[in-house]
Nanobody, 123 residues
Framework: QVQHVESGGGLVQVGGSLRLSCAAS????????MGWFRQAPGKERAFVAA????????YYADSVKGRFTISRDNAKNTVYLQMNSLKPEDTAVYYC????????????????WGQGTQVTVSL
């Protein structure tokens, strides 16, 4: 059974940083591209970042480009999201998931969703 478990969320002040982790189990981690999405109350789940499975190419939503960095450690079956210069609009539940299409930007193209981790950015 494939599982993704996110961690690292919390409460942080504007301008602060957090590092999210997503630990994968139950499959060959390196055969999938991985992505992070976020969902704020009353809004749809939105693409944040993705990373390829062999090229390690990275892709970001315009709203986080230059502030967030996605990375992966295939030996540890873990993908990370380093979030810097956080803003109140970054407040959301953050999810990781896997995809066969690293260029996909919609949640429907991803599978094996984790339970999410809450990130709250306060003024």
């Amino acid at each position: 059974q494939v599982q993704h478990v996110e961690s690292g969320g919390g409460l942080v002040q504007v301008g602060g940083s957090l590092r999210l982790s997503c630990a994968a189990s139950g499959r060959t981690f390196s055969s999938y591209a991985m992505g992070w999405f976020r969902q704020a109350p009353g809004k749809e789940r939105a693409f944040v970042a993705a990373i390829g499975w062999t090229t390690y190419n990275t892709y970001y939503a315009d709203s986080v480009k230059g502030r967030f960095t996605i990375s992966r450690d295939n030996a540890k079956n873990t993908v990370y999201l380093q979030m810097n210069s956080l803003k109140p609009e970054d407040t959301a539940v953050y999810y990781c998931a896997a995809t066969r299409d690293v260029f996909a930007r919609t949640a429907s193209a991803y599978e094996y969703w984790g339970q999410g981790t809450q990130v709250t950015v306060s003024l």
